[in-house]
């Protein structure tokens, strides 16, 4: 080990900021086509319907959970540029796929889940990106580092919608390039956009990136990515990874991704339930509360770096689980008013407005109620099909923004905190395949989250769908205080630093 020198520690840096660039645009790569992906899909395949549409929005997630391991064993052994590069590529060409999924005469549906699906694992080098920072950075510089890398996928989340929403002065029909059979449009601007960025940054790791290791101490430490130096370690290295800690943690970020997915989820149909919104009316206010909790988030990735010193990561993880269980404890249906049900402004309200269960029309004469065949207005509230609306209590809306502005603040604590312990746990160890699962972790709960509680709220209502993520949460808090003191750095666990 040797004091690290003012240039390496320039170099070290911009490298990490190449890395958070990485981070970004992976992020903007998911959201910049997920508002268009519907209407574009109903336009090149008519044969597509909405739950083909749920394959490829999770096709994203499926790619990146292939991927993730694949990515970070090859960073282990080989230098970390090729992994990034190549995966940067992969997504680029997939870009390019995606625009050109209108040119052939069938299955045009089968090319944009393969797209979306390899812009995915294209995005499996996440796990580099996290296994580079962690090997980075000293201990107390990696909480920072880690809550940069967080707020910049954050930050991705939120202006990927943005270009798109720009793109779409372009038009439907936008220019065709008759040479090249390209048409540059609303739908397939974004992602040639997006293709640029990542040849950019290929540019930019060629150019800038350079691969650097410090110990937990800061200093200047071989490089296990290094061809020429056989992959040796410092003596630090020695010693083994506690495994039980590394369990507990992919369990806790699966339960963290898993409950923010189901919110993310289950936003749009419970507002347009309990509020009897129109789709157009829960996108858009929708859309306005997620840009809130999304700056609300980036603030919190800041804020927590300064927090973390006083109070350690293991605390402010802690305390982030318990805002995410109050966020979903409010959400419960307290009351006795019950939503409006859909069709009760129609035929003279024929289904009466009743608090009182008892009154209630029942249900299977609900059902057999028809609009009148000239009725285009698109119907609200909550549907009868679903039987529990009509003896649930509705959800208020002051409840809803509570429960929103709770789960921002405390899903970005957990995010940044599971992270931070889980690379400090794995000290000098290489890290990319264990980055690689934690990432795998996150990407099967945004698999599962979506499905779970659209199948739970469908059949069972918000009552049971809220009261099961309780418990999962409950769960994970007993979980923590059970491995709570094994939670600690791998230079603390053998004694070469003190807490």
Request: glycine residues 6%.
């Given at each position: 080990?040797?004091?690290?020198?003012?240039?390496?520690?320039?170099?070290?840096?911009?490298?990490?900021?190449?890395?958070?660039?990485?981070?970004?645009?992976?992020?903007?790569?998911?959201?910049?086509?997920?508002?268009?992906?519907?209407?574009?899909?109903?336009?090149?395949?008519?044969?597509?319907?909405?739950?083909?549409?749920?394959?490829?929005?999770?096709?994203?997630?499926?790619?990146?959970?292939v991927a993730s391991p694949l990515f970070g064993l090859w960073s282990n052994y080989r230098p970390r540029?090729?992994?990034?590069?190549?995966?940067?590529?992969?997504?680029?060409?997939?870009?390019?796929?995606?625009?050109?999924?209108?040119?052939?005469?069938?299955?045009?549906?089968?090319?944009?889940?393969?797209a979306r699906a390899l812009v995915g694992f294209g995005a499996g080098n996440v796990a580099v990106v996290r296994s580079y920072i962690a090997g980075a950075t000293s201990l107390t510089e990696r909480t920072s580092a880690m809550a940069n890398t967080s707020a910049c996928q954050a930050v991705g989340f939120i202006l990927g919608p943005v270009f798109q929403t720009c793109f779409t002065l372009i038009g439907e029909e936008g220019i065709t390039w008759k040479l090249v059979h390209l048409q540059l449009n609303m739908y397939t601007a974004p992602?040639?956009?997006?293709?640029?960025?990542?040849?950019?940054?290929?540019?930019?790791?060629?150019?800038?990136?350079?691969?650097?290791?410090?110990?937990?101490?800061?200093?200047?430490?071989?490089?296990?990515?290094?061809?020429?130096?056989?992959?040796?370690?410092?003596?630090?290295?020695?010693?083994?990874?506690?495994?039980?800690?590394?369990?507990a943690i992919n369990f806790l970020f699966f339960v963290i991704l898993f409950v923010f997915a189901v919110f993310e989820t289950i936003a749009t149909p419970l507002t347009m339930d309990m509020y009897s919104w129109t789709r157009k009316e829960a996108v858009f206010y929708n859309g306005i509360i997620l840009s809130v909790v999304g700056i609300e988030s980036v603030i919190v990735f800041l804020v927590v770096k300064t927090l973390s010193k006083k109070t350690g990561e293991r605390a402010i993880l802690h305390g982030g689980l318990l805002i995410v269980l109050v966020g979903f404890f409010i959400l419960?249906?307290?009351?006795?008013?019950?939503?409006?049900?859909?069709?009760?402004?129609?035929?003279?309200?024929?289904?009466?407005?009743?608090?009182s269960t008892e009154t209630l029309m029942p249900f299977w004469s609900l059902q057999a109620m028809q609009l009148p065949s000239n009725h285009t207005v698109e119907p609200v509230g909550c549907p009868v099909t679903q039987s529990?609306?009509?003896?649930?209590?509705?959800?208020?809306?002051?409840?809803?923004?509570?429960?929103?502005?709770?789960?921002?603040?405390?899903?970005p604590v957990c995010n940044v905190m599971s992270y931070t312990l889980y690379s400090k746990i794995l000290g000098p160890k290489p890290q990319g395949v264990y980055m690689g699962w934690l990432t795998a972790s996150g990407s099967g709960a945004r698999i599962l989250g979506p499905v779970f509680v659209s199948q739970i709220y469908t059949h069972l209502g918000p009552r049971w769908a809220f009261s099961l993520i309780c418990g999962v949460v409950v769960v994970s808090l007993l979980l923590l205080e059970i491995v709570y003191k094994r939670l600690i750095a791998f230079s603390v666990r053998y004694g070469r630093m003190q807490e």
């Open positions: 080990d040797v004091v690290e020198t003012q240039e390496h520690y320039k170099s070290r840096w911009r490298s990490i900021w190449i890395m958070y660039l990485t981070m970004f645009l992976s992020s903007v790569g998911f959201s910049i086509v997920i508002m268009s992906v519907w209407p574009y899909l109903q336009k090149i395949d008519p044969t597509a319907d909405a739950s083909f549409l749920g394959w490829i929005i999770a096709s994203y997630s499926i790619g990146q959970m540029r090729e992994p990034l590069v190549v995966s940067t590529a992969i997504s680029v060409a997939a870009n390019c796929l995606y625009a050109y999924v209108h040119v052939p005469h069938s299955h045009n549906k089968y090319y944009m889940l393969t992602v040639l956009f997006g293709a640029l960025l990542g040849v950019i940054n290929i540019i930019l790791i060629f150019a800038i990136f350079r691969e650097h290791r410090v110990d937990d101490m800061g200093r200047q430490c071989k490089s296990i990515n290094f061809e020429e130096e056989s992959g040796v370690l410092d003596q630090d290295a020695e010693g083994n990874v506690d495994h039980v800690a590394v369990v419960l249906p307290w009351g006795k008013k019950l939503p409006n049900i859909q069709w009760q402004e129609i035929k003279n309200n024929s289904i009466p407005r009743t608090t529990w609306c009509l003896n649930t209590p509705m959800i208020y809306l002051a409840q809803y923004i509570s429960s929103d502005i709770l789960i921002g603040l405390g899903y």
